[in-house]
């Protein structure tokens, strides 16, 4: 089969990569729409961009569409959109604000809210379950689903979990996270990092802990019974506990205390990131980013400023430093926490 571009389509949850040329000239025949209309349509809506060849067929996608709908394309989003009236839409605050603003929303913005409702017909959903930021397109689902004959789904939230920072929700993106699979040491080092306040919100929606053993833990931070760290140790030793096990999580605390009070540092706790270059050097806020210790090489450059970096326990406040590839593993500090650097380079071993 010659070469051909691909591309991403987004239908809701379902992300499929199809050859750009084949559909748009079975899915202009079936909407009876000329190819310049379905470009501008697609490219609106913001609907793809160039991928690199995958496994998916056009054939399987066209599949799926008619056995979804029993529609063509054209036909399946028009109904959905019917189910949905604007000023539903506007309902919601985010768009109300908005709108009541002046600013702009885009229309694909409520296609994704109607694609996404979509998976709760198709999957005939008794219930969904999704954060407190989800409660809208989870409505959305619940109200077109009786129009296909179904019983309204039940919608369940939960709260969203601040990240490291206290500030935004927790996302890998955003750097702000605390992994499942990340080490021990990793994991409680991360915990140990969420400021005082930020411990008890943690305590609710991470522990096992009642509401009122954890309100008489603040009582005995407040009144000085307990020290504010040791409430947090525990924490750390409980969420370590409960993705590792005890034991992992009595070693962490033990390795945790030697760096931090006697000025130690257990490298044998300590996780694994492995750093692919194409170069045989790298620029100190570049590898922060790309170990996963900064959201941004911005934020990277911010801490090496601040003085919370450090490579093989030498502090660096230079954000023009580079780090050579051929050092093989470097201990990568950033704040409280620590990882071990496993550089692969790319003609560079």
Request: charged share 25%.
């Amino acid at each position: 089969m010659p070469s051909e571009t691909w591309f991403l389509f987004d239908l809701g949850n379902t992300v499929i990569k199809l050859a750009y040329e084949r559909v748009l000239a079975a899915v202009c025949r079936e909407a009876s729409v000329s190819r310049d209309e379905l470009v501008e349509l697609l490219e609106d809506a913001g609907g793809y961009r160039d991928m690199e060849r995958g496994a998916t067929t056009f054939w399987e996608f066209y599949e799926f569409l008619t056995e979804a709908f029993a529609l063509s394309p054209k036909a399946a989003a028009s109904k959905l959109a019917l189910l949905k009236e604007l000023a539903q839409m506007l309902e919601r605050r985010h768009f109300k604000q908005r709108f009541e603003a002046g600013k702009p929303i885009a229309v694909h913005e409520f296609l994704y809210a109607l694609a996404q409702a979509y998976d709760s017909v198709f999957l005939e959903a008794d219930v969904e379950l999704g954060g407190t930021d989800q409660l809208f397109n989870l409505n959305v689902g619940r109200d077109i689903m009786p129009s296909y004959g179904l019983e309204a789904q039940v919608v369940m939230t939960t709260p969203l979990l601040e990240g490291l920072d206290g500030v935004e929700k927790m996302s890998k993106s955003l750097g702000n996270y605390v992994g499942v699979t990340d080490a021990p040491g990793e994991m409680f080092g991360k915990i140990m990092s969420v400021s005082d306040d930020l411990m008890w919100r943690y305590y609710l929606l991470l522990t096992d802990l009642t509401e009122a053993e954890i309100q008489a833990r603040q009582a005995q931070v407040a009144s000085g019974a307990l020290h504010p760290k040791q409430a947090k140790v525990e924490l750390a030793r409980r969420i370590v506990a409960d993705f590792h096990s005890p034991e992992a999580a009595a070693q962490a605390a033990t390795d945790f205390d030697a760096r931090f009070t006697r000025g130690e540092l257990p490298t044998h706790a300590l996780g694994e990131v492995r750093v692919q270059l194409t170069e045989a050097e790298v620029s100190l806020p570049k590898l922060v980013t790309l170990a996963g210790m900064a959201a941004s090489s911005s934020e990277a450059s911010r801490k090496i400023q601040q003085g919370a970096v450090k490579v093989d326990r030498e502090k660096i406040t230079d954000i023009k430093a580079r780090v050579q590839a051929s050092r093989g593993v470097v201990i990568l500090e950033v704040g409280r926490r620590a990882v071990r650097v496993n550089f692969r380079s790319e003609g560079h071993d």
